[in-house]
């Protein structure tokens, strides 16, 4: 009896973590204060900051992997 196969293409995704300290300076910093005075950090620019000091591939760690039927289907001739 003959045997077939059918290919199915497949995407793994890999989420790795890592921590970065961001160092707290002036450019962190609102540029407004609050009505009562008070200076607060900006978050945007912190976040901003923090992935900038991600860029390296240096100290990722594995997080989770995921291995899902990918959702656009194609032979692999195609590929």
């Known amino acids: ?31 407004q204060p609050d009505d009562d005075g008070a200076h607060h950090l900006d978050g945007e620019k912190v976040l901003a900051a923090a992935v900038e000091l991600g860029q390296d591939d240096t100290g990722w760690l594995p997080e989770d992997r995921q291995i899902t039927v990918h959702p656009i289907q194609k032979s692999p001739d195609d590929a």
């Not at 009896?1 to 497949?10: E, Q």
């Open 1 to 31: 009896m003959a045997t077939y196969s059918i290919s199915v293409r497949l995407r793994r995704t890999t989420v790795e973590e890592r921590y970065v300290s961001v160092p707290v300076t002036d450019a962190m910093m609102r540029t």
